[in-house]
Nanobody, 120 residues
Framework: QVQLVESGGGTVQVGGSLRLSCAASGVMSSFSGMGWYRQAPGKQRELVAG???????NYADSVKGRFTISRDNAKNTVSLQMNNLKPEDTAVYYC??????????????WGQGTQVTVSS
């Protein structure tokens, strides 16, 4: 069974930092795109940051310059370093692994989510 387990969430003050990590088991991440999504109350789930198997990254405009995504294929992990956090970053953050065959997506998996709360 494929499992994605997130860790590192919590409550921080405005301007603080958190590092989220996602550990995958039952799937080989080296053949997959990986990313972080978030969903705030009353809003749709949105892509925060993504990273390809080759290390190419993309970020939502709202987090550019503040967040950094990275991956370790040998350990089957993906991380999100979040700096200078703002109240609008408050959300449940979800890890995502998307398996690919060449450019074609096949199976995708979600983590359970971890709460990030930024308080002023």
């Amino acid at each position: 069974q494929v499992q994605l387990v997130e860790s590192g969430g919590g409550t921080v003050q405005v301007g603080g930092s958190l590092r989220l990590s996602c550990a995958a088991s039952g799937v080989m991440s080296s053949f997959s795109g990986m990313g972080w999504y978030r969903q705030a109350p009353g809003k749709q789930r949105e892509l925060v940051a993504g990273i390809t198997s080759g290390g190419n990254t993309n970020y939502a405009d709202s987090v550019k310059g503040r967040f950094t995504i990275s991956r370790d294929n040998a350990k089957n992990t993906v991380s999100l370093q979040m700096n200078n956090l703002k109240p609008e970053d408050t959300a449940v953050y979800y890890c995502r692994i998307q398996r690919l065959v060449g450019p074609t997506p096949i199976n995708g998996y979600w983590g359970q989510g971890t709460q990030v709360t930024v308080s002023s």
